[in-house]
């Protein structure tokens, strides 16, 4: 069975502050791949990021960058200099790899970033 | 940007009425999946499928019925809405073996 936790329910961060959400996954799968998805107040889920569990290189995109550490099962995702934009819910997903390409999802963290 | 589309945005709607939810895509993709999220933000895969006329339910048990008879259409129908299923619907697709899905907008139903 494969199971997400992301334990931080809720953050709030003033306006430049770098924040980290946290991201622990279970899984028996030795391929399986990681997902980051923001979700705004509109409602659609924008996809951020995939990581397959054989390439533990971190990843930087412009303010966001990813951690992936498969020896604490982790993959947070942390915002420099955070905005008022960046203002959401973030999903954490785990998928199997094979034939199984159902996403299972942590329960989010809702991220403020206040002015 | 994905090309994923779901129609009606909104809804409210009385008990006892049939609603079909639209969901389209325009990639060309195999897969598709219907998603619930109430306000307490947890997403339930409630159906899903890999191709054209095959569809299987989710994690999530639900009342609804799927079909797909094409691949960029996904309609997930209620046959008798009741205010239990007041929620948004999330539909996506995916293709290929790494599988990041890419969502529609959303229909947010309200049944009263």
């Known amino acids: 069975a494969q199971k997400v936790t992301q334990a931080q329910t809720e953050i709030s961060v003033v306006e430049k502050e770098d924040v980290t959400l946290d991201c622990v996954y279970e899984?028996?799968?030795?391929?399986?791949?990681l997902f980051w998805y923001k979700q705004p107040p509109s409602g659609e889920l924008v996809f951020l990021i995939r990581?397959?569990?054989?390439?533990?290189q971190n990843e930087i995109s412009g303010r966001y960058s990813w951690n992936f550490q498969k020896s604490t099962s982790s993959f947070n995702f942390t915002i420099t200099a955070s905005q008022v934009v960046d203002s959401a819910v973030y999903f954490c997903?785990?998928?199997?790899?094979?034939?199984?390409?159902?996403?299972?999802f942590g329960k989010g963290t809702l991220l403020t970033v206040n002015p | 940007e994905a090309d994923i589309y779901q129609t009606p945005r909104y809804l409210v709607i009385g008990t006892g009425k049939k609603i079909t939810l639209e969901c389209s895509q325009t990639m060309g993709h195999d897969k598709m999946y219907w998603y619930q999220q109430d306000p307490g933000m947890e997403l339930h895969l409630i159906h899903y499928?890999?191709?054209?006329?095959?569809?299987e339910k989710g994690d999530l048990s639900s009342e609804s019925t799927v079909s797909r008879i094409r691949t960029e259409h996904f309609p997930l129908t209620l046959e008798s809405a009741r205010p239990s299923h007041t929620s948004q619907y999330l539909c996506?697709?995916?293709?290929?073996?790494?599988?990041?899905?890419?969502f529609g907008p959303g229909t947010r139903l309200t049944v009263l």
């Open positions: 990581r397959n569990s054989f390439d533990e």
């Open positions: 899984t028996r799968d030795t391929t399986y791949y």
């Open positions: 499928s890999y191709g054209v006329n095959s569809t």
């Open positions: 997903a785990l998928s199997p790899g094979g034939s199984n390409y159902k996403l299972t």
């Open positions: 996506a697709s995916s293709v290929g073996v790494v599988n990041e899905q890419f």
